[in-house]
């Protein structure tokens, strides 16, 4: 009963926090500084994971779960609950940093806009990010089971962000204040095809080179 009560109320601040996140964001997106600072994050959270996943190669996996599980052991509810929060707070930075690099590039609808976004752009951006809130809490064991099947999605979808992230660095190289790029590159088709073509081949050599785990062994996992 606890459980559920802590996982409505993750759910909940999850979609105050990404709201609150993305509303905070629209009105600094075109300051080439916070596309900076979101360029770095992203390329340091895709690294420091990578290299966290290097670093841990041949490690036993299993005491650090027991470790993990020990320490979850005799916390308080409202102690889970703000567990919950931070971790939703962390996933919906980033979430929304990597939606607002890649809406900017669609083309203007019109609307009014929301801060500094045009609005359809804006209502793109919510619309993903409560759609994605709702998937990942009733589809989570899905997730679960296929990145215990296929462990290389993982690694693809870290170098994914770090691949936005290069995308958020250009943004920034081609800001009016900046120019060290075109100022029309960013928006160019030319870099759109580049940028979605290595999206393509980051997932699809993460499906293919990842080698599938039997039932036996993922059991074992």
């Not at 994971?49 to 409202?78: C, I, M, P, V, Y």
């Not at 083309?107 to 990942?136: C, N, Q, R, Y």
Request: charged share 20%; net charge negative; glycine share 8%.
């Amino acid at each position: 009963e606890k459980r559920k009560k802590a996982l409505f109320y993750g759910l909940f601040g999850a979609f105050i926090l990404r709201f609150g996140s993305l509303f905070i964001i629209s009105f600094l997106v075109d300051v080439w500084q916070v596309q900076a600072i979101g360029a770095a994050y992203l390329l340091f959270i895709s690294g420091k994971h990578l290299f966290d996943k290097w670093k841990s190669r041949g490690e036993n996996d299993e005491e650090e779960e027991e470790e993990s599980a020990d320490q979850e052991r005799g916390k308080g509810f409202w102690a889970t609950v703000l567990k919950v929060e931070l971790a939703d707070l962390a996933f919906a930075v980033d979430s929304i940093l990597a939606a607002v690099a890649l809406a900017v590039a669609l083309p203007d609808t019109g609307l009014p806009e929301v801060g500094s976004l045009d609005g359809g752009k804006f209502a793109v951006i919510l619309a993903g990010g409560m759609i994605g809130i709702i998937i990942m809490r009733f589809a989570a064991n899905v997730f679960v089971k296929l990145l215990h099947s296929r462990p290389g999605l993982e690694i693809a979808a870290f170098v994914i962000v770090g691949w936005v992230g290069v995308k958020l660095v250009v943004s920034t190289l081609a800001h009016p204040n900046i120019q060290i790029l075109d100022e029309h590159f960013a928006h160019s088709a030319l870099w759109k095809i580049i940028f979605y073509a290595v999206l393509v081949i980051i997932a699809a050599l993460g499906w293919f080179l990842s080698p599938k785990k039997d039932p036996e062994e993922q059991e074992e996992d």
